[in-house]
């Protein structure tokens, strides 16, 4: 399969037909979807609308950009003129969005193609994409098996090959936890490098858009592209994406690894601490020195998002409500009405969520809950960033276990939330993290590993993810 | 219902919300524009639409400091935070506002009574759309349904709260002028009541006078002028009282003020008050404005009618509450530069209250106007003949010498007066003969028979002085 790289540089040289690149992986969309379940809407034709006007434009002498040409699939969560946008979610149905998120005009104006709106947990709320009202997602490594989320469905559409990169959204490890379960490339970029607008909100300040790619360069090509100030984000920050492409073989000679000790023990499968050692010494045969370090305040980090993430949620579904948009379910008054559209929109899990969050904001147990959580959240970034006086990057597994089957953690939570227990504290911290494939497990499916940086450590993570990529290739 | 206040203090305490005059909303550049068709002033923000994100008017922060200084507030570093309750015109279900921490806080405001009205704070947040309930009495409760207009979510609202440090519904009404005078003119809010740019609830309570806490207040919602409020306060009051005579509690609640049947009736009380779940808004990050921001507004402020008073009061030696009238008409201006080109401070405060109320007053050329009281004050025009004069020069522009001459307005020198008064004097000696007793108010009677006999153009204080002579 062709990488961005290989297809926006044909395509830019005229070499290559972004038509013909484009068809290439619908054809693999129409022989594996229907057993995937990757996209929630395919907007086959505006593709094929854009690849032929990209061709013309190629012909005509132009450069369309970075991305020319390249196939694009977007998380359903994400707002796109014209087309649908559900999160997964019945309360959504049938909304079409007026306008387009920032990264999407981004993506667009860089030449690239999108190919269609993919599964996720209903608002990205949860680990196995189990939760969309519009069924499950397969991984396409074993078709009996999750393919993680929340992002589920644009880590499966790489990993299936019906595009060569894809965007998610990450609120506590929904880009990074698929990308392991499927084998795929998954960033989290450090928050506020790209612009939330357009993205229908979970955890404000948790929630990041990164990509999804079969390759490191392919993710830092997207990055540099959909990243930088936005205006319309006002936690959005000042200046450029770093180019991280021109860093990809800089290696890592030189460069302090820590692994951190309380994400490689209990709760983590032996088959996946195995590989990030492995992965370690890949590292260190490079010339880095790797060091166990203890980053205490992780362990913290499940229940601290598990109060700030859904206070924010409770607070940021509170808008469907019937009244201006999506489903109604039609009652006496306006307030059964929103009580009746609510009660049949959300899913089970969103709704935990909610009165998770409203209670955890409730007068009263304010300091005792959501309070104590951002001193928890300042915990964190403190422990991370003493850390950091002492290594340039930091390792660990991306996900406790490689893909498991249906089924297996849908009734009980607690288990379900523990597999993002290795990337929560990162959003906690507000830092960048990245999930890079490196072998497989006991049982042949793939693991990721775990690469963490500092704020704004983008160069140097991608540094070491290009390291383990080559080591394993 | 009336009250003794002899035996009973009223303390209230205002929450003043201004919609602020800025081109666009709080959050979003849809525009900020009193009426319009339904939905027509709305973008995706307005809507909260998923993924909208809200990007904060820094005209509207300029405005809410200009607000803040004015109010000698300290201007803080602050924080949005979100309001969360469910109502079909607030879009997304929370309303962004300030809570611990209001960009303006701690200040005062000093009325034309020289009395100064503690501010607490004076925070920013965004405006709810607009319902209408479509049949039962207009009220959600028993309507057959509703309409929602957004236009107005969104619109950029400075809350200000007021300490309870108002006594009367007159001082009330006093505060409100005076807070609207200075929103006015540092350029803030049109201070239109009628359209709901300035909204005013009430928070009041009843004590027994010379008692030192405070009674159980309410709040009045739904106040329209500034009558309403001060009906609102009297009837509010006065049933509170008469619950305290009769033994009875006074118990916290917010209520609704009826202005036609002239009455509060109960809106919720605080048992059933909303838990609004406040918490730091996400999608924004705190202002900071520092010190260079704070000082450049605050060099630009105008001189505010506070300030104008005292100036006014001290340059014509009048009191300072009677200068209030002549500062809300925006003629101190006028009055300080005719004092200073030798107009008398007294007579032109004078006309400037009794003579000078229509609106093109303001731009009359003050040379003039001091020329045309140096004509009155020399006897050139008599009382009536300058007020006659004033007009005109305000309705025409022209000098003072013009129009007296156009006229032939002369004042009657003594001499032409003494046959006249002494006419009237044979002819009415029953007058007469009171006036001799002592009876002062008669003085009027010949003053006036004179003027009628000359057509205004004697001095009343001549015939006056002629007749104490004549009397001997």
């Known amino acids: 399969m062709r990488t961005a790289v290989d297809i926006a540089a044909g395509v830019r040289a005229g070499e290559l037909s972004a038509l013909e690149v484009l068809d290439e992986h619908l054809e693999r969309v129409v022989l594996r979807e229907a057993e995937i379940h990757a996209f929630n809407h395919l907007t086959e034709e505006a593709a094929r609308a854009a690849a032929t006007g990209l061709d013309r434009r190629v012909a005509a002498g132009e450069d369309p950009g970075p991305l020319a040409g390249v196939p694009v699939a977007l998380k359903d969560n994400l707002c796109t003129e014209g087309v649908p946008t559900t999160c997964s979610s019945r309360i959504l149905e049938g909304w079409i969005p007026p306008y387009t998120a920032t990264v999407v005009e981004r993506l667009v104006a860089a030449g690239a193609v999108p190919v ?77 490098t790209v612009s939330r607008l357009g993205l229908v909100a979970f955890g404000s300040s948790l929630d990041q858009i990164g990509p999804f790619s079969a390759t490191v360069a392919d993710a830092a090509l997207v990055l540099e592209v959909i990243g930088g100030h936005d205006p319309g984000d006002s936690t959005s920050l000042p200046g450029s994406f770093p180019s991280v492409s021109e860093h990809l073989d800089d290696g890592v000679s030189g460069l302090r690894v820590g692994i951190v000790t309380e994400m490689m023990g209990d709760g983590i499968a032996a088959d996946v601490t195995a590989r990030v050692r492995a992965a370690a010494d890949a590292l260190a045969a490079a010339g880095a020195t790797v060091e166990e370090v203890s980053v205490r305040a992780v362990t913290y980090g499940l229940s601290a998002y598990y109060l700030v993430a859904p206070a924010e949620a409770s607070s940021n579904l509170a808008r469907y409500d019937g009244v201006r948009y999506g489903v109604r379910v039609e009652a006496a008054t306006a307030g059964e009405m929103m009580e009746a559209t609510r009660t049949a929109g959300f899913g089970d899990e969103v709704k935990r969520r909610i009165m998770l969050g409203t209670y955890a904001l409730s007068a009263g147990y304010y300091d005792a809950f959501y309070g104590k959580a951002l001193k928890v959240r300042t915990l964190i970034r403190r422990d991370f960033d003493a850390a950091y006086e002492r290594f340039d990057v930091l390792l660990s ?77 | 219902m009336s009250l003794d206040l002899d035996v009973w203090e009223i303390v209230i305490g205002l929450e003043v919300h201004t919609e602020l005059l800025t081109r666009t909303k709080l959050f979003s550049g849809a525009v900020n524009r009193f009426g319009g068709e339904p939905n027509t002033h709305i973008d995706p923000m307005t809507l909260g639409l998923p993924g909208a994100l809200p990007v904060l008017n820094e005209h509207a922060v300029e405005l809410a400091i200009r607000v803040g200084l004015a109010l000698n507030c300290t201007v803080q570093r602050s924080v949005f935070a979100r309001k969360n309750y469910f109502y079909p015109d607030q879009p997304k279900n929370y309303q962004i506002s300030q809570y611990e921490l209001p960009i303006n806080a701690d200040g005062w405001l000093e009325l034309p009574s020289g009395k100064r009205v503690g501010i607490e704070r004076a925070h920013l947040e965004e405006d709810t759309g607009k319902s209408t309930h479509v049949g039962g009495g207009g009220r959600i409760h028993d309507a057959r349904y509703s309409l929602v207009d957004l236009n107005r979510a969104g619109v950029p609202l400075l809350e200000i709260v007021g300490r309870p440090d108002l006594r009367t519904a007159d001082e009330a009404k006093a505060y409100v002028s005076e807070l609207r005078s200075i929103l006015v003119a540092v350029g803030a809010s049109d201070g239109k009541m009628e359209e709901g740019s300035l909204r005013v609830d009430c928070n009041v309570s009843v004590r027994h006078r010379g008692d030192s806490d405070f009674g159980t207040r309410c709040e009045i919602k739904n106040i329209n002028s500034l009558r309403a409020m001060g009906r609102a306060i009297d009837y509010e009051a006065a049933r509170q009282a008469d619950l305290i005579s009769s033994g009875e509690a006074v118990v916290q609640q917010t209520r609704h003020w009826n202005d036609t049947e002239g009455r509060t009736t109960l809106l919720r009380s605080k048992e059933d008050a909303d838990d609004y779940r406040y918490f730091p808004d996400p999608d924004l990050v705190e202002i900071d404005p520092g010190p260079e921001w704070i000082e450049r507004v605050r060099a630009a402020l105008p001189m505010l009618p506070s300030a104008r008073r005292h100036r006014l009061a001290e340059r014509t030696g009048a009191e300072l509450e009677r200068t209030a009238l002549v500062v809300e008409r925006g003629l101190d201006e006028l009055c300080l530069t005719a004092v200073d080109a030798g107009a008398d401070p007294e007579r ?125």
């Open chain 1, 397 to 473: 597994p991306t996900s406790p276990t490689t893909a498991f089957p249906f089924g297996d953690k849908t009734a009980d939570p607690m288990a379900m939330y523990l597999n993002d227990v290795c990337t929560i504290p990162t959003n906690l911290a507000g830092h960048p993290a990245m999930s890079v494939p490196f072998g497989v497990g006991d049982d042949g499916l793939p693991v990721g590993v775990q690469v963490l940086a500092p704020a704004l450590g983008e160069v140097v993570m991608f540094r070491t993810a290009a390291v383990l990529e080559g080591s394993v290739r």
């Open chain 1, 116 to 192: 269609g709106k993919t599964n996720l947990d209903e608002f990205a709320m949860g680990s196995s994409t189990e939760n969309s009202a519009f069924g499950p997602t397969r991984n396409p490594h074993d078709v009996t098996r999750v393919p993680g989320g929340s992002s589920g469905g644009s880590a499966a559409a790489v990993a299936a090959g019906f595009a060569p990169v894809s965007l998610g959204s990450d609120t506590g490890g929904s880009i990074r936890q698929p990308a392991a379960l499927c084998g795929v490339v998954g960033v989290k970029p450090t928050y506020g």
């Open chain 2, 348 to 472: 032109v405060l004078t006309h400037a209250e009794h003579n000078l109320a229509d609106e093109r007053a303001a731009g009359l050329d003050p040379e003039a106007f001091a020329q045309l009281v140096a004509m009155e004050t020399d006897g050139r025009l008599t009382a009536t003949q300058t007020k006659a004069v004033l007009a005109e020069m305000v309705d025409t522009g022209d000098g003072p010498d013009a129009i007296a001459a156009r006229h032939g307005y002369e004042a009657m020198d003594s001499g032409s007066l003494e046959p006249i008064v002494d006419g009237l004097i044979e002819a009415n000696p029953a007058e007469w003969e009171r006036f001799c007793d002592g009876d002062a108010k008669v003085a009027g009677f010949f003053v006036g028979q004179v003027m009628k006999a000359t057509q205004g153009k004697a001095d009343g204080k001549a015939v006056t002085a002629l007749l104490n002579a004549r009397r001997g």
